[in-house]
């Protein structure tokens, strides 16, 4: 199991629900990417259209999570 996967079943940081939509937006690029990339010995170039199309949405999401999860680290350690 991902830590994406941990971080979105268990919901062990405390924020908003904002913040899980975002983890888990990204969980379902990253199982989408995976689930093409798996098909790529069998169809190179639907795959690879398939990528160029989506490729750019799926790093907005990685980034927007990698921000907040930044954030709910400073928080965390302010606690401490």
Not at 43 to 47: A, I, L, P
Not at 74 to 79: D, H, I
């Given at each position: 199991m991902s830590a994406i996967q941990l971080l979105t079943t268990n919901r062990y940081v405390n924020e908003d629900e904002a913040f899980y939509e975002v983890a888990e937006g990204c969980l379902m690029w990253i199982d989408s990417m995976n689930g093409q990339l798996s098909e790529w010995s069998l169809?190179?170039?639907?795959?690879q259209k398939w990528l160029i199309k989506h490729t750019e949405q799926a790093k907005k999401y990685i980034k927007k999570l990698q921000a907040q999860v930044r954030v709910a680290q400073?928080?965390?350690?302010?606690?401490f």
């Open positions: 169809d190179t170039d639907s795959v400073e928080k965390l350690s302010r606690q």
